[in-house]
């Protein structure tokens, strides 16, 4: 084994992604179209990959955490 080599994806995959968080995305790029294609025009980032941040970072809303936000970003 060596130390310095990245993990393997798929434990990683298995671990944090899954079939529940990609058929959320679907939803959720679904559902928010319009919203994700005008922040894609604006920002310049493909729909699909803001769609897959906040999958990853919310699930999708889901997950509110139970901090101060304002804080967090300050530090």
């Known amino acids: ?3 310095a080599a990245p993990p393997a994806f798929r434990s990683y995959y298995e671990r944090h992604i899954g079939a529940a968080r990609i058929n959320g ?3 959720a790029l679904a559902e ?3 919203e994700v294609r005008q922040a ?3 920002y310049g980032v493909p729909a699909s990959m ?3 941040i906040w999958g990853k970072e919310t699930f ?3 997950i509110k955490g139970d901090f101060d936000l304002a ?4 530090t």
């Not at 804080?71 to 300050?74: K, M, W």
């Open 1 to 3: 084994s060596n130390p």
């Open 25 to 27: 995305g679907k939803a």
């Open 32 to 34: 928010f179209a319009a």
């Open 40 to 42: 894609e025009a604006q």
């Open 50 to 52: 803001i769609v897959a």
């Open 60 to 62: 999708y809303g889901r």
């Open 71 to 74: 804080r967090s970003l300050a």
